[in-house]
C-alpha cells in the first residue's frame, strides 16, 4: 500500500527548513531571506514557520547551531588525524576563517552577533557555548603542541584567546570582502603569527 500524501500544512523535517536558510544566504544573503521566501521553499506559510521558531532571529540562531554541528564535526575529523600539531593547527585555521566573501556561515554568524546586543540569556549562552567549543579544542590543541615541544611554553588558555581574537578580525574582513584582506592574505598573516609567537624555533 502506498504511504499517504503529506497534508498540506503538515512542517517538513526542522533539518530541511535550516538547510534551505543556509541556502537561501548563500545564493541571496541575509537581505533575500525573508519568512514568507522561505516559507515558500520548504512548502510552509510563515506564519507556520513562525509557530515553530517564534522569531526570525530564534531561526537565524537554530541555522547556526545547526551549521556549527556539522563544523564541530569536521573540526574533530581534522584534528584527529596524524600529524604534526602544527599541521592540524593549521587545518583548524583553514575551517574557521571564512572561503571568502559573504561566506554563509560567516554571514549568519555577524547577523546573529549583531542581533545578541538585544539577545536574552538563553540566546547569549546558546552562543558562548559555541564559541567554548572552538575555544576548548584550540587549547587542547595549543597545550599538545608544547607538550611535544612543537611550541614555546605558554599559558595555552591566554593564547588561545589571542589567536582567535586575530582570527575572528580576519574572519570578519574576509566576510565582508574588506579591499586587500582576503582569505590568502588572512591565512599567511596568522601563520606569520604563528611562526613569530609560538613555534619552538621563532
Known sequence: M??????????????????AVMATVAARGL?????????????????????YFRTKDELLLRTLEWSEDRLGAERRRL???????????????GLYL????????WTLWLEVWNRSRDADDDARARQAAIEGAWH???????????SRGEFRPADADRVATRLRALLDGFSVHVAVGLPGTGRDQALSLVREFIDDSLTAGG
Request: hydrophobic content about 35%.
Open 2 to 19: 502506498p504511504p499517504a500524501p503529506r497534508r498540506r500544512n503538515t512542517a517538513p523535517p526542522r533539518e530541511d527548513v535550516l538547510a
Open 31 to 51: 537581505d533575500g531571506l525573508t519568512m514568507a521566501g522561505l516559507g515558500r521553499e520548504v512548502g510552509m506559510s510563515s506564519g507556520h514557520l513562525l509557530y
Open 79 to 93: 584534528l584527529s588525524r596524524p600529524g604534526t600539531v602544527r599541521e592540524r593547527l593549521d587545518a583548524y585555521i
Open 98 to 105: 571564512p572561503d571568502g566573501h559573504r561566506d554563509p556561515h
Open 136 to 146: 576548548r579544542d584550540l587549547v587542547a590543541l595549543l597545550a599538545e603542541g608544547a
